[in-house]
Nanobody, 124 residues
Framework: QVQLVESGGGSVQAGGSLKLSCAVS?????VTWFRQAPGREREGVAV????????SEADSVKGRFTVSQNSAKNMVYLQMENLKPEDSAIYYC????????????????????WGQGTQVTVSS
C-alpha cells in the first residue's frame, strides 16, 4: 500500500513561484503530478520514474515546471516557475507500484494511488 501526502500549495501572483512536495510511503514505479481545475478534466503535469529519474512534462508547463525527487527522504517535488492564472487548480500526486507505460504516463487510469490534493491559486 502506497500513501501520498501533498503540501506546498497556496496563493501567488502571476509570474511567481511555488514548490509542491509529495511525501511517498512505499515503493513506487512512477510518481506523477496531476492538476484539476473546476469543470475541467484531470491533467497530467509531470512524471518522474523513480528508478532511473526519467522525467517528462506536459507541453503546457514545459520550461516552467520541473519535477524532481529526493530518494533518501522519499519525497517528490514540483517546482513551478512563472506561474499563470491558468495554472490555478488542485494539484495531486499519484503513483503506481507497477509499471507505468511511458505513452500513458499522463493518464489518470495509469495510477492506483492518489494524494488528497493541494490548492494552487494564481492571481493576475
Amino acid at each position: 500500500q502506497v500513501q501520498l501526502v501533498e503540501s506546498g500549495g497556496g496563493s501567488v501572483q502571476a509570474g511567481g513561484s511555488l514548490k509542491l512536495s509529495c511525501a511517498v510511503s512505499g515503493y513506487c514505479y512512477a510518481v506523477t503530478w496531476f492538476r484539476q481545475a473546476p469543470g475541467r478534466e484531470r491533467e497530467g503535469v509531470a512524471v518522474i520514474y523513480t528508478g532511473g529519474g526519467l522525467t517528462s512534462e506536459a507541453d503546457s508547463v514545459k520550461g516552467r515546471f520541473t519535477v524532481s525527487q529526493n530518494s533518501a527522504k522519499n519525497m517528490v517535488y514540483l517546482q513551478m516557475e512563472n506561474l499563470k492564472p491558468e495554472d490555478s487548480a488542485i494539484y495531486y500526486c499519484a503513483a503506481n507500484d507497477e509499471r507505468v507505460v511511458w505513452i500513458a504516463w499522463s493518464s489518470p487510469a495509469s495510477y492506483k494511488y492518489w494524494g488528497q490534493g493541494t490548492q494552487v491559486t494564481v492571481s493576475s
